[in-house]
């Protein structure tokens, strides 16, 4: 069960510099594959975890697995890709692939690269991808809406409802709103999910700023910020350039100095991923041992049972108990064992929700 975040914008604004530095992190830490090539556009970029070195003490285990994000490069977006301009429509259909969307914008004056629109504003950037995805919302929506009526006209209560939705959200669309700013029922929801628009996908500011500008930002990433929470998006500023470097350092101790002296706490792929995590509602639990110590991702509220199915069918089919530590008894408890000895292990049935964090050991029977 893959998660994956499409890395969109025009053309220039440095999503292919941050795409390289996201594939040159093969060369670091390759026990744990940080970092693999799917296809030639895809990059898994692992999630780097400090539960995961806590637990791999205590298990000092044979191989340390961590979970990943798959970030998609999708090439240039221009004005008109709805209409098919610049190979637009391959692209579109390249994003409705995608669980998210890194919007990545250029936050940088550089005259040796041009910008498409020969003037830098953030704003207006973003602007050019929203609207070009809502116009590929509205007519998809409008082919839609004329196969849908014929239903609904016959009493079909499921098309009945479809229609409804897809009006709602014409008119919505219509009027310059993205369908992820809209709050659905429940009901309304499952249709809403079914319909796959590009605008409904939850999203994610990427203000690309020059080498100088990567801990505080500048006027252009702090504009894009501040419309960023006016929207509820959250927005990563980094440079890309700079993190092309910092990817080429494999050493750990070396990369962790190279931050340190230019006062970042973390590099920007680092926050990138964290966040790309976050934007999907993904959380981590794990199973640890002497063989293996593993973070498994899952979606919040995922229940044990279908946990279980994250690491085997049969775990899920089988299920009988999930046995379950809370990451901090285990870590102050120095491991399973000491965490059943003091009975800090509960047995969870198969509805018990999964918390961030939880080390389990599924039982099953075949």
């Not at 009526?149 to 709602?168: F, P, R």
């Not at 702090?222 to 998006?233: F, V, W």
């Not at 995590?277 to 979606?299: C, H, M, S």
Request: with cysteine; net charge negative.
């Amino acid at each position: 069960m893959g998660f994956n975040c499409g890395i969109v914008g025009l053309p220039n604004v440095g999503k292919s510099t941050l795409f390289n530095a996201l594939t040159e992190t093969s060369a670091a830490n390759a026990e744990n594959y940080p970092f693999c090539t799917i296809e030639p556009n895809i990059g898994r970029v692992a999630l780097l975890d400090k539960r995961l070195d806590d637990l791999a003490k205590i298990n000092n285990p044979n191989q340390v697995i961590p979970t990943y994000v798959d970030f998609v490069d999708i090439a240039g977006l221009v004005k008109g890709a709805s209409q098919g301009e610049g190979l637009g429509n391959q692209f579109l259909a390249n994003i409705r692939e995608v669980d998210a969307i890194c919007h990545v914008i250029r936050c940088f004056d550089d005259n040796d690269i041009t910008h498409v629109n020969n003037k830098i504003d953030p704003i207006n950037d973003i602007e050019i991808i929203e609207t070009e995805l809502m116009l590929a919302d509205l007519e998809s929506l409008n082919k839609r809406q004329s196969s849908i009526e014929k239903k609904a006209k016959s009493g079909d209560k499921e098309a009945k409802l479809i229609l409804e939705v897809i009006i709602q959200i014409i008119a919505k669309l219509e009027n310059g709103i993205p369908i992820r700013e809209l709050d659905f029922s429940k009901e309304t929801s499952a249709v809403v999910k079914q319909l796959n628009l590009l605008t409904s996908k939850p999203v994610l500011f990427v203000a690309n700023v020059d080498e100088n500008s990567s801990v505080k930002g500048n006027d252009y990433s702090d504009k894009l910020t501040q419309l960023g929470i006016s929207k509820g998006i959250k927005t990563i500023t980094m440079s890309a350039k700079l993190e092309s470097e910092i990817s080429e350092i494999s050493d750990k101790e070396e990369r962790k100095e190279f931050l340190t002296a230019l006062n970042l706490i973390e590099s920007g792929l680092e926050k990138l991923t964290k966040a790309g995590y976050d934007l999907l509602e993904l959380i981590t639990y794990f199973t640890a041992g002497p063989k293996e110590v593993r973070a498994w991702t899952i979606k919040k509220g995922t229940i044990a049972k279908e946990a279980a199915g994250k690491i085997h069918n049969d775990f899920s089919k089988g299920f009988i108990a999930a046995e379950t530590i809370s990451f901090n008894d285990y870590i102050k408890l120095g491991g399973e064992q000491k965490a059943r000895e003091n009975g800090h292990v509960r047995t969870e049935g198969k509805e018990y929700v999964v918390i961030d964090g939880d080390i389990i050991v599924f039982r099953f029977n075949v």
